[in-house]
């Protein structure tokens, strides 16, 4: 009965999210909302196959509080059933992603159950507990702690970085970790983050304080901590253009095994209104400077930073909302040292105030040794149903 309990709580969520359109107030213990969402993609196995996969996810969120005196005690929990099936669960590659141990303190999650062509699991997504007054806000469990101001490339989030091309960049691991900020005046606060390691997981020890404020027009942030035995420092900076915006954001870092290096991105951002157009363009130019690149492919996502083959990489994006429900975007992102790229056109359609569908595309192009070459081609499609 265990190993199918995760599959009934699939079942009743699906089953009464068409009822649900809103979050369900559960007394003390605060609101449940959730997420149903399903993306189906076309790509290849590394034998050059064609193959097509899906995933299911139900996302189940607990959100509470009370108050304490003049302060406000709240927790949350996300809660992930996942079924992955199809031309990747058969295909060779997936078996090391199987097995493959999250960069978090605690597992937190468990295969239900699984068969020739798909996957069923279960895990905890987040799981915090925040106390926050007028000057400070302590939270403490599996959190996300976001830092830089990058548009693709993030050098100074050294607790969750992601690919730009990973089919959902946005569902970040999390940290197990405790982090701590200070509110000083309007806009300045300092934080401090600590995450305990773990050697048999993989996890580094990392440690953190983030000093962040506005000078005139300009967001500025430093940065200093250590990432298990290798001391780093960093800084970002944002500021406005009469057309736009710009940002910049570096970090350097001293390992005890391998040399220095510094990691460096730097983007302008504008808006324009064409004549022939309705409504305006937005788009966004990014360079992004690895001096960790050593021309080899790295093995996997290091946990850590960001990890690319090569050292010179630029990324192009631009977005446009053709009606007030529909918008049109595009991504290219190009290594100019070997000439590789991946261009990657998306179109997303807000279907109602709980529904969204996107579709998009990646078209990877280059030799084996380059940055972008090894890429499959695919076609995704996504649908998310919030309640």
Do not use: C
């Amino acid at each position: 009965m265990a190993r199918w309990a995760p599959a009934i709580a699939v079942a009743a969520g699906i089953s009464l999210t068409p009822i649900s359109t809103s979050a369900a107030d559960i007394g003390a213990a605060g609101e449940v909302f959730g997420t149903f969402s399903t993306l189906v993609w076309r790509s290849k196995n590394s034998a050059k196959r064609p193959i097509n996969s899906a995933t299911a996810r139900l996302r189940l969120e607990l959100d509470g509080g009370r108050a304490l005196g003049d302060a406000d005690l709240s927790w949350r929990i996300a809660y992930d059933n996942e079924i992955i099936g199809g031309g990747l669960v058969k295909s060779p590659e997936f078996a090391p992603l199987r097995t493959a141990i999250e960069p978090t303190l605690f597992d937190g999650g468990r295969d239900a159950t699984s068969g020739g062509s798909y996957l069923w699991r279960h895990k905890i997504f987040r799981a915090s507990v925040a106390y926050e007054t007028n000057d400070w806000r302590v939270i403490l469990g599996r959190q996300r702690v976001a830092w830089g101001s990058g548009r693709v490339w993030n050098p100074t989030d050294r607790f969750n970085p992601t690919s730009a091309t990973a089919l959902e960049a946005g569902q970040k691991t999390g940290s197990d970790a405790i982090s701590a900020e200070r509110f000083v005046e309007r806009f300045g606060s300092l934080q401090m983050v600590f995450a305990p390691g773990v050697a048999k997981r993989g996890v580094s020890r990392k440690v953190a304080v983030r000093w962040r404020d506005t000078i005139g027009e300009t967001d500025y942030a430093i940065l200093a901590g250590g990432i298990e035995n290798e001391p780093v420092i960093g800084l970002g900076l944002a500021g406005n253009l009469s057309w736009g915006g710009w940002h910049l954001e570096t970090t350097a870092g001293w390992p005890k095994q391998s040399p220095r290096y510094a990691q460096m991105a730097i983007g302008i951002d504008a808006i324009f209104q064409p004549e022939f157009l309705d409504q305006s363009v937005a788009f966004s130019l990014e360079y992004f400077r690895n001096g960790a690149a050593t021309g080899n492919a790295p093995i996997g996502l290091a946990p850590d930073r960001i990890n690319s083959r090569h050292r010179d990489l630029w990324a192009f994006t631009t977005g446009y909302d053709i009606t007030y429900i529909w918008r049109a975007g595009f991504t290219a992102l190009f290594d100019t040292q070997n000439g590789s790229r991946v261009v990657i056109p998306s179109l997303s359609w807000s279907a109602s105030q709980d529904v969204d569908v996107s579709f998009s595309a990646q078209f990877f192009q280059g030799d084996a040794t380059s940055e972008y070459g090894a890429g499959q081609d695919s076609f995704v499609a996504r649908l998310a149903y919030y309640f």
